[in-house]
């Protein structure tokens, strides 16, 4: 096979390339059927029979890099580079064994982009931008930045297409819903985040396949992340990757180095200083440059896609006042509410993605009730997962304070109006509202009805009416936390136990009701459950709320003569002297035996609770798990060796427990 440079010297004098028009222009696929609206020809199938063959080692590969993942819980490769990497071996290896490997030029560019900085030692990221006519642009752009890292920002409707739908999900790609505007802004964020953090981006500034292989107008998306990063762009050329896979063809038609196809890596381009439409419009010439005439823009293409504006940014106000005003009273929202009153006029989503996004939630914010609620009935555990997605939601409230301040202070009036959405979203849930009065103003008429465009609050509302959730347990659930709101130490263990009982009990209680269980005596069960379980959460967490300056341990329990200051100190342990030490552990473990106490009696009143129902019992595994840890550490909660994940016993033993049905 001859070399790229042998080929690069023969395609660029004059005769050559009348040899690559006629090439181009005169090709005849050969035999071909069709399959719906798309052909293939005797090409593409040998293409896919290599393709798919060497796909299921892909896709090994790709499964093996999830497993590695989770069980390094990301700390080796937080950037998800290994799946890229699996990728780029996989594309590099069909394209050759197929002949379809591109002429690439522009290769000392790329010494640039990746040579590191002197001072920091570390590379720039930068943003490569590329002319798009065919799926061949993503194998092209993909073997050649070589082995690096990188995230390309595709088309949701790529996650049809086997095989390249799990390397996009594994390699955390930014997949982008054309017709969805919260999509788009979630894009935009996803890529700035990643271009701050040193990967690069790919993305083809079209915005979709070029019908004729012309170069078309660019969108500003792109060029408005390299700008807010201030991250070099660089342009790609992509010449007759749509003479090698044609926009009406399922695969490949021909060998990509016959025509030949080829890609031109062009010098980066700074961004500093330029504006948006500036460096649009540069990067568009760029690329334009090195294509062939047949692929140049046609003279009068415009350079940018003209989009109409959105006057009131999607929220449906004509008048300005008015579109003031709710952006003031939303303000103090989360994200995710923010996001449900901006598309409150939107169409609902789908109970499947609704179900997703819950388990989503769960799985990253709650591990070990996302790991319990895989074990499950299959009946219930819809309703298990929106119960465990709304306790997350609720729990991250106080989560979110930012400045300490009185009862009153603007974080606090935030944090309650937060709970107070939440309150009126059960009454939404429940039915137990009003008639909305369409005479009131546009603020009231949105929050009243903005609920239900938080797919939290679907698929719980799908939930009550599949299980019949007492609300009482929900309400207790929000009671609690709203009273916890300004607590930074509870004064009493009895506190602490009415807390547990409130939230984790409740808990308890409404997964029970998800199997259909409703008996005093399996509640009886659930309540000292609960409550073991939540005084194991608070000294779980006790370390972590020492360094926002708050105590997870009732002032009873601790001697008057402790120093609470120290708690707030880069290295507690090391400060306190040992007769410190000694009361923080006398403490611990009288707050860990009240919690032994009542796991112990759940566990020896457990044959109450029927044999399908006690699945929703395995929240009390992991909290005995970490009791027994807290044990070995001695009691102190500062001890390293209790942040040790150890995910592969866990799952031993939920296994376990799940399979015997004692516990």
Known sequence: ???????????????????????VDNFRPGPQISIGSLKLNWFGALWGVVGVSLGFLWWLGLAMCQVFQFLTRQKFDPQWRLPVEVGHLWGTTVLWLTNCYPVISGKENLKTIYRRDKDTKKRKPVMFVANHSSWMDIYFVGISIGWHNYKMIAKKELLKVPFLSKSLKVAKHILLDRSDFKSQLKTYKAGVKYLKDGVNLVTYAEGTRSADGRLGPFKKGAFRMATAVGANIVPVSISYAHKVHPKDYVLPVRMGRRIPASIHIGEPIETEGMSEDALMELVWEKIAEKLPDSQKPIPGTPKSAVHKAFKTFCFGWENSLDLAMRRN????????????????????KSKKK?????????????????????????????????????????????????????EFDAASLALKIRVQWWYDALNQVYGDTTPVD?????????????????????????????????KRFLERLLDAREADLDVKQPETITESIDYAENIFSSLLYLSLETTNVREESSDVVAQHAGIG???????????????????????????????????????????????????LRESVFKMAQIASSHLSQARDMQSAVPKQSRPCLLPVVPALHYLSKLEKAEYNIFDDSLLEPDHLKSLALLGRTWLSGVF
């Open 533 to 583: 379980i939540g005084l194991i959460t608070a000294l779980r967490g006790a370390r972590f709320r020492f360094a926002r300056g708050e105590c997870a341990i009732p002032r009873d329990l601790i001697p008057t003569s402790f120093p609470y200051y120290k708690f707030n100190l880069e290295d507690p342990q090391a400060e306190m002297s040992e007769e410190e030490t000694k009361m």
């Open 1 to 23: 096979m001859p070399s790229v440079s042998s080929l690069n010297a023969v395609y660029s004098s004059p005769d050559s390339v009348n040899l690559i028009n006629s090439e």
């Open 438 to 470: 369409t005479a009131q103003s546009g603020i009231t008429l949105d929050m009243a009805t903005s609920c239900w465009n938080n797919p939290v609050v679907r698929v719980l509302k799908d939930a009550v009416e599949q299980s019949n959730l007492t």
């Open 329 to 348: 009273a939303i303000r103090l929202l989360p994200p995710i509410q923010k996001r449900c009153l901006s598309t409150a006029k939107g169409p609902t």
């Open 354 to 406: 609704d179900f997703e996004y819950c388990v989503d939630l769960v799985q990253n914010r709650d591990r070990e009730g996302y790991l319990c609620g895989l074990l499950m009935p299959r009946s219930a555990r819809r309703s298990y997962f929106a119960i465990r997605a709304f306790n997350v939601e609720v729990a991250s409230i106080k989560d979110a304070r930012k400045s300490e301040g009185s």
